[in-house]
């Protein structure tokens, strides 16, 4: 088993690898398969297992090393390499373009999911704040009705429901607005963005809770590592709730950039393909009660995001 000192856990780098005490008595290494690892959350989970000690043995696989729409391909990989646990980082994220691409958009969030689940490993299927529509005032309990408003969020609905179907033994993560240093993200862009022009117009009446990766690769870590398996859904977001415009000044603050003026603008104003949820807020207290962790606060995680990228 796994024993962890202290009673909750302090995700986001308040245990630092040196302290982290965490002990494992005659426990046989797991293989755990990460698909997408090319992605944020992959890359995030490889840069900090590589740090700590784990009883598991991580496979990063991405589109190059497995179809995860090709059945016949996966299951060979699972029974192959013996993989005991699956982490699906992998999905068609293009929200606007899944518009009129629908097909492509549910072969990897549909398919995928539904080989993968078949495999009969235990799996943790990371899923998305767009499939809810948004009408809520509250932040989303996993309860909560789904409505997706985009092909996006329905194909990524479709994906959960197969993997309740089908897998033994799982776990759902539904997350929001996610960033990290690696890959396309709104932290990223929004740097690039105010070094390059003097103004931007920025969203103001959507709101969410954007997500620093390697925290969410920490939770992960905990699941794993935790001696009982707990299938359900949960919600994991940093805490707290921002807008975008609101999210941008926070970003141009911390990176010290004062020549770009932010103008906020409405939905109707500033108009995209698929449609967004005004309002995805979600509710992380089942998962900080189930594995025993504090979360930290948007804030929290922006800035620690920040001071990486300026590190480089």
Known sequence: MAIYTGSNRHLGGAETVAQRQTVFYGLVQKNVLVTGAKGQLGQQLLQLESRINTPFRFLYTDTDELDITDAGAVHRFVAENHVDYIINCAAY???DKAETDEAAACLVNLTGAENLARTGAKIIQISTDYVFDGKA???????????????????????EEAIRALAAEWMIIRTSWLYSEYG?????????????RDELEIVADQFGSPTYAADLAEMI???????????????????????????????????????????????????????????????????????HVVIPSWENGLERCIGKLKSR
């Open 137 to 159: 005032s509250t932040p989303y309990r996993e309860d909560a009705p789904a409505n997706p408003l985009s092909v996006y969020g329905r194909s990524k609905l479709k994906g």
């Open 184 to 196: 396309h993200n709104f932290v990223k862009t929004m740097l690039r963005l105010m070094s390059e």
């Open 93 to 95: 994220t293009a929200v």
């Open 221 to 291: 870590l905990v699941i794993l590592e935790c001696e009982e398996w707990k299938s359900g859904i949960y919600h994991f977001a940093n805490r707290g709730e921002t807008s975008w415009f609101q999210f941008a000044g926070k970003i141009r603050d911390l990176a010290g950039i004062t020549g770009c003026r932010l103008n906020p603008v409405t939905t109707s104003e500033y108009r995209t393909v698929a449609t967004r949820p005004a309002y995805s807020v979600l509710d992380t207290s089942k998962i900080q009660s189930a594995f």
